[in-house]
């Protein structure tokens, strides 16, 4: 690699950057965003919703971004940073586990994605089951171990469990054509600089 590559393509970067700016404040923001947004829509059709991907998208997409969110929210709710948000708990003292309403928002759209007739809500269901099984797998630890080890090294168990079906979601995603594409632009891009 050159000497000077990398701080060649920073300055052609900040270049670039520093000419769009002025059409980015003078209105042609709007034309760069929209066609930016015809080339997302028509993407997401061909790649999603054509191959009939759009439901397992969506799932994974509803998981992912739950998992984010309600991890937001405890860590929040553990430290107290956050005042509007605290823990669920009956006038008797029992506290309630994000793991109940994830598991009846799971079962509920399991439970109808089986029984509906067409026109099933595909899509409703898939974002519903999606978040539900990230509240359920939040708290994989607490199920595996029968007990409140949320905050407790064992808890990592929770995270892991997430992040493995996570992984495999986004592989389907992904689909097996993915990976011969990502060996051949490796074997592409360390080839280009032998």
């Not at 969506?58 to 940073?81: E, N, P």
């Not at 509920?108 to 994605?113: E, T």
């Not at 899509?123 to 994989?140: R, S, T, Y």
């Amino acid at each position: 690699m050159h000497p000077h590559g990398a701080s060649g393509q920073r300055r052609r970067f900040l270049l670039v950057a520093g000419l769009l700016v002025p059409v980015f404040l003078m209105g042609g923001g709007a034309v760069v965003v929209s066609a930016l947004i015809a080339d997302v829509r028509t993407a997401y059709q061909s790649a999603i919703v054509a191959t009939g991907k759009e439901p397992a998208f969506l799932l994974t997409l509803a998981f992912l971004s739950t998992f984010g969110i309600v991890r937001l929210i405890t860590y929040s709710i553990h430290y107290q940073r956050l005042p509007i948000f605290h823990n669920i708990t009956t006038k008797s003292g029992l506290h309630i586990h994000h793991v109940v309403p994830g598991m009846l928002l799971a079962l509920g759209s399991g439970y109808l994605g089986l029984v509906l007739t067409s026109p099933r809500p595909t899509a409703l269901l898939a974002v519903v089951f999606g978040i539900g099984a990230a509240l359920v797998l939040d708290e994989f630890a607490l199920l595996l171990r029968l007990a409140d080890v949320y905050w407790e090294p064992e808890g990592r168990e929770s995270i892991d469990a997430v992040m493995l079906a996570g992984g495999v979601c986004v592989l389907y995603l992904l689909g097996l054509s993915f990976w011969p594409d990502l060996v051949e632009a490796v074997f592409r891009a360390i080839t280009s600089y032998a």
